[in-house]
DNA sequence: ATAGATGCAAAGAGTTTGCATAGGT
DNA sequence: ACCTATGCAAACTCTTTGCATCTAT
């Protein structure tokens, strides 16, 4: 997948910017607003086709966060994991991990990744009703 | 929601033995499937519909593994977190958690609950290949 | 000029809802 | 008898796909 010739169209390019200039997991939904400052009429079928081929890539990778839809972000990151705001709905990168979180598996369980989300209200959420 | 008066139908008895008698987190689908050997044109609808009728009754509570399909559990457990094969896709209950796990979040953000889900292969899975 | 990319609309999965009827109480 | 619950099908949301057209190379 990843060996086939890309095109850089208008819409890749400006789906690209989108990422790099939020720093932030995003859904399809919502790459498509953001993208669509960019370019005009630019359809969620294209938003679909073109995160799957930045995937292929390895240019994204996908976050997937418990219940939610599936969200994006470029790839190559350091371990991390995520906090999702449950006001906004804004998702939010953390830094480091728990380093005994897989000492909860049961012996004999081989334990190969793992993911980690915290839910709450971020800082931006919780300053208007007064810290 | 809970206050209401609620009927002990053939549909509804089924899908609680259903979760009673698999000690884990179900899809809406594996419930239909399990339910209808107890009752015969048991519908999907009957069955997303009390698992909200459970959910706000407090009878059960959702599972939010990253990336599939809400599944459910009964409630009332302890805190604990799952494992999910990778192999054969069983999820597993974990039992402790990490005490320090919300200290990850940034300064300013409220942190309400977490969700911690390890992958992996299951004890079962990994014996055949010997070990 | 050629072949990949786009936009639209239709098709699929998973979940929810409207409506007439069945069935607990 | 009353009124909730059910089954069916249609509606809805999210994602994917078919097809004619556009466009980067």
Same mark, same amino acid.
């Given at each position: 997948m990843s060996d086939t010739l890309h095109r850089n169209t208008r819409q890749r390019t400006a789906i690209r910017k989108v990422f790099e200039s939020v720093n932030r997991p995003l859904s399809a939904q919502q790459v498509l607003e953001l993208a669509q400052a960019e370019v005009? /009429?630019?359809g969620i079928a294209t938003v679909y086709r073109n995160l799957k081929t930045l995937l292929d890539e390895g240019w994204l990778t996908q976050v997937e966060l418990p219940g939610g839809n599936l969200m994006y972000e470029c790839a190559g990151k350091a371990h991390h994991h995520h906090f999702q705001c449950e006001s906004c709905n804004r998702v939010y990168e953390l830094e480091g991990c728990v380093p005994?979180?897989?000492?909860?598996?049961?012996? /004999?369980f081989k334990v190969r990744r793992h993911e980690l989300v915290l839910y709450g209200t971020c800082a931006t959420c919780r300053r208007p009703v007064q810290n």
């Open positions: 005009d /009429g630019i005994t979180i897989e000492k909860l598996a049961r012996p /004999g």
